[in-house]
């Protein structure tokens, strides 16, 4: 994906600093918001996340960071939600300005509050996304409830929220009580997607439910069961991204994309930033990426890994070819493999790195009826494999520079 700091100015003229997410070799039709939880900032792993799996699906993502919070200018303390609201509308007017009116709005817990509020408000919001949101405002309160003394008396409290000190001043709680109910939405009438895991325990799953039955048609719920409020675990956002994408796509009258083309049977793409590399074969595409320790994003198998895959789908496609020609009962092939550089038996130079040769640790499960002569030849057949082949023989690569 390419990814792009950019700013824009709120409705009080504060820099607002935010992130845009693209795909790689395409102008998306669509964009979305995100909005991120209360507290939080734009490079949290969740809005991180799943901005950058909604990049790989063709959307061009915006996350940025409310008034006061992260890299944007302002103080917390002289914040509330109808800020956060008017930021998501300065966001969206921002990028109809530079690129695209957005078609999408996301929001995180509290974030997912100011979308409805802000969707309300824009013509060009297609679609609408809560993940883990409250639908009454007055729970936000309980982040606090034990400061409210303090607030009512002198104004303001320092408040302690996920370890961070923050103060809260008596507008902030006096916007909340005005905008109460987030579920008094009835009235917008456009595609909504509620998100919530049934094991949060600072939103609880009721909080969906009452925005769903507030909602019309259409709307959808999805359980992220397992996950926390955070969204702490990755897979657990990388899912919610790619649930968003397929989503959206029915509600989105989108043109008709450029696709990654070659006169090859492959080719693969990469941006100037990180190893995210979106893959194209055939009628397929996909993407493939490094792990995280070694400065990827970890969106996709490595390329040993994509290596190690067709040779483990070749072995059991040859395998299952061979058994339906001699008509052998065999109901399933299961290849494991992994990669790995080890020194040769018969190496006279073992201390020398250059020694280690390329080694794929390859173990096949078959289930049928087979004896033990017929598992036998199995054996000698997955060793026939035309990917088997192609690795175990010397090949070579001729390359040259493309116009």
Known sequence: MNKKDISFKNADGKELKGVLELPLNETPTDFAIFAHCFTCNKNFHAPTNISRTLASHGYGVLRFDFTGLGDSEGDF??????GNVEDLISAAKYLEENYHA?????GHSLGGAAALFASKQLESIRCMVTI?????LTHVKSHFKSNMKEIEEQGYAEVNIGGREFRIKQQFVKDLDDNEDATALQEIRKALLILHSPQDNIVSIDHAEDLYRSAWHPKSFVSLDG????????????YTGNLIATWAARYIDSEEKEELSTDHEVVANLGEHGYTTQIRTGNHSFIADEPA???GADLGPTPYELVSAGLAACTSMTIQMYAHR???????????????KKHADDCENCEDAGAKIDTFERE?????????KQLERVLQIADKCPVHKTLSSTGKINSKLRD
């Open 102 to 106: 957005p078609s999408i709005m996301i």
């Open 227 to 238: 996950a926390d409020h955070m969204l702490s675990d990755k897979s657990d956002s990388l």
């Open 132 to 136: 883990n949101a409250p639908s009454n």
């Open 293 to 295: 320790k070694v400065g």
């Open 326 to 340: 001699k008509n052998w009962s065999i109901q399933n092939v299961e290849t494991h493999v992994s990669y790995s």
């Open 77 to 82: 303390e002289d914040t509330n939600f109808s």
């Open 364 to 372: 096949i499960s078959i289930k049928g009826d087979l004896d033990e």
